[in-house]
């Protein structure tokens, strides 16, 4: 059973040429792919076609075996598939690290102490503990993005969803990162730029080309 898969999805943003013009992708349980493609491709519309936050015109996305149609349908598929934004700031909100990576576990019915337990476990595993009190706006952009990837493991997701993950990173976070990610269990989907980055992580890749995926 496939844990994603998208069948011929279409997008357009309004008055705008379609994005997606039969889009078809397929990732199973501990696969690893890389989109690629030009910007504004639609490979961040993509992701967030997968995750229901915006709708296809038409096709079909079906996850881990369910076919997904209405907001209510998604509201699992959030839990069990974690997406990193390109953007670090539009993922952290809350006053500390440790608030922020607890967000998560609270909102899925941890108690307090579970929570705190997560956020232990999952700092130490990504060795940013001395992190766990600093104010996250305070925190420097490859920082950041370390912590947004600490808050989407925090609620243990079955796939990651990895929207340009080196963003901001200097050469010593960008390899600290990879480590990291490669050593994961979880299936990944992953946009990135960075060629290097994405041979070592996600070798198998699509290209978005004129709306539609094609093997690379």
Same mark, same amino acid.
């Given at each position: ?129 001395? =992190?766990? +009190? ?8 490859? /920082?950041? &993005? !370390?912590?947004?990837?600490? $808050?989407? *493991? ?7 969803? =990895?929207? +340009? ?8 976070? /960008?390899? &600290? !990162?990879?480590?990291?990610? $490669?050593? *994961? ?22 290209? !978005? ?8």
């Amino acid at each position: 059973m496939a844990l994603i898969d998208l069948q011929d999805i279409r997008f357009a943003y309004p008055g705008q040429a379609p994005v997606l013009d039969g889009a078809t992708l397929r990732l199973d349980a501990g696969q690893r792919l890389s989109l690629t493609g030009p910007n504004g491709a639609g490979k961040s519309t993509l992701l967030r076609i997968t995750l229901g936050l915006q709708r296809p015109s038409s096709g079909t996305v079906t996850l881990f075996g369910k076919e997904r149609r209405e907001e209510a349908d998604f509201h699992e598929v959030r839990r069990r598939i974690g997406l990193v934004f390109q953007d670090a700031d539009d993922q952290l909100f809350c006053p500390t690290v440790a608030e922020d990576v607890a967000f998560g576990p609270l909102n899925l019915g941890k108690s307090r102490d579970e929570a705190i337990a997560i956020v232990d476990r999952v700092l130490g595993d990504l060795d940013l503990m001395h =992190l766990k +009190e600093r104010i996250t706006h305070k925190l420097s952009g490859g /920082e950041k &993005r !370390l912590i947004t990837l600490a $808050t989407v *493991l925090a609620m243990d997701p079955e796939v990651l969803l =990895l929207d +340009e993950p080196t963003n901001a990173l200097d050469t010593k976070n /960008e390899a &600290r !990162l990879l480590e990291i990610l $490669t050593a *994961l269990p979880q299936a990944i989907l992953l946009v990135s730029h960075a060629p290097t980055f994405r041979a070592a992580l996600a070798p198998e890749a699509l290209e !978005l080309r004129d709306g539609r995926l094609v093997p690379v």
